[in-house]
């Protein structure tokens, strides 16, 4: 294939035609103008399929480099110099950032809030890519650094259990707002399988909050299980709060809202006859006693 047949993606470096309209491709491109380099940040999230609150908010390629001399910059590539490991492996044939370190990369960023860096580190550990573990031992290793009280914090605040973006949002936003609400809770049943499971539940006050994604809840099987689980949880008596993706756009008011129904629980709790069911029983006798 001669010069005039290539894709020119940037000076010097030469690709087959099409070759760059895959982020794959073009990461490899970029790649190719940098020696010991990995793709990073938003690029490695891209590479790595990661379920985003919001779309990523450039199209450039990123690549983290050693320290050294600076080459000359390249249209479309945005460099960042680390010293420290990046812990680099291959996704999609492509040279990447370990997941843990990924994640914080991102998370130090300063367009990034808190909140949008733990929505990206559910989803990492949601994807299987990455663990809590994982996460702390990386807070552990950026100690020191910049940026090194944000990544405890995503670390400190990351969870499994979460099954979307919005609801990570929704714990999150609950969490800043004094609220700890835990996701994938689950009630066994008498032979130790799972019964119900809960998105994101307080124990404490008997709140059950259920997010209805629009995707999901088009699929006829999983209409009619949750709206089985919709009568069955208040029976044992707890309160089911359902919420869209409307609290993205207006999470105070989301936050008031459950604020209120915390406040109003344990006289409700209090009032609840005994033998509802074995949770509430238990939260029941501590509200009697407090």
């Known amino acids: 294939m001669g010069r005039g047949q290539a894709e020119r993606p940037h000076h010097g470096i030469y690709a087959p035609p099409g070759f760059t309209?895959?982020?794959?491709g073009k990461a490899l491109a970029?790649?190719?103008?940098?020696?010991?380099?990995?793709?990073?940040?938003?690029?490695?999230?891209?590479?790595?399929?990661?379920?985003?609150?919001?779309?990523?908010?450039?199209?450039?390629?990123?690549?983290?480099v050693p320290p050294g001399p600076t080459t000359r910059r390249r249209q479309g590539i945005q460099r960042h110099s680390s010293r420290h490991d990046p812990d680099r492996r291959k996704v999609q044939g492509v040279w990447v950032t370990g997941p843990?370190?990924?994640v914080m990369d991102?998370?130090?960023?300063?367009?990034?809030?808190?909140?949008?860096?733990?929505?990206?580190?559910d989803a990492a550990i949601r994807s299987g890519s990455v663990?809590?573990?994982?996460l702390d031992a990386m807070a552990e290793k950026w100690a020191g650094r910049k940026g090194a009280v944000r990544v405890r914090d995503v670390a400190r605040l990351a969870r499994a259990g979460s099954r979307s973006c919005p609801e990570t949002?929704?714990?999150?936003?609950?969490?800043?707002?004094?609220?700890?609400?835990?996701?994938g809770y689950t009630i066994l049943g008498p032979g130790g399988w799972t019964l119900y499971e809960g998105d994101l539940v307080d124990e404490q006050h008997l709140l059950w909050l259920e997010y209805d994604g629009y995707e999901v809840h088009t699929e006829r099987q999983q209409f009619r299980k949750?709206?089985?689980?919709a009568r069955a949880i208040p029976r044992r008596g707890w309160r089911v709060l359902p919420f869209t993706d409307e609290i993205l756009a207006n999470p105070s008011a989301f936050v008031a809202?459950?604020?209120?129904?915390?406040?109003?629980?344990?006289?409700?709790?209090?009032?609840?006859?005994?033998?509802?069911?074995?949770?509430?029983?238990?939260?029941?006798?501590?509200?009697?006693?407090?």
């Not at 949750?226 to 689980?229: A, N, S, V």
């Open 21 to 24: 309209r895959t982020a794959s």
């Open 30 to 64: 970029a790649l190719a103008t940098e020696s010991k380099a990995a793709a990073s940040h938003w690029t490695a999230v891209g590479l790595y399929g990661w379920e985003l609150l919001d779309p990523a908010p450039e199209d450039d390629v990123h690549l983290t």
């Open 100 to 102: 843990a370190r990924t």
């Open 106 to 121: 991102v998370a130090v960023l300063p367009a990034t809030t808190l909140t949008a860096a733990v929505c990206l580190a």
């Open 131 to 134: 663990t809590p573990v994982e």
């Open 169 to 183: 949002f929704a714990r999150i936003t609950l969490e800043l707002a004094g609220m700890t609400f835990e996701p």
């Open 226 to 229: 949750d709206r089985r689980r």
């Open 257 to 290: 809202e459950i604020l209120l129904e915390v406040e109003a629980a344990p006289a409700r709790i209090r009032g609840l006859p005994a033998g509802v069911s074995p949770e509430a029983d238990a939260v029941r006798i501590r509200w009697l006693a407090s």
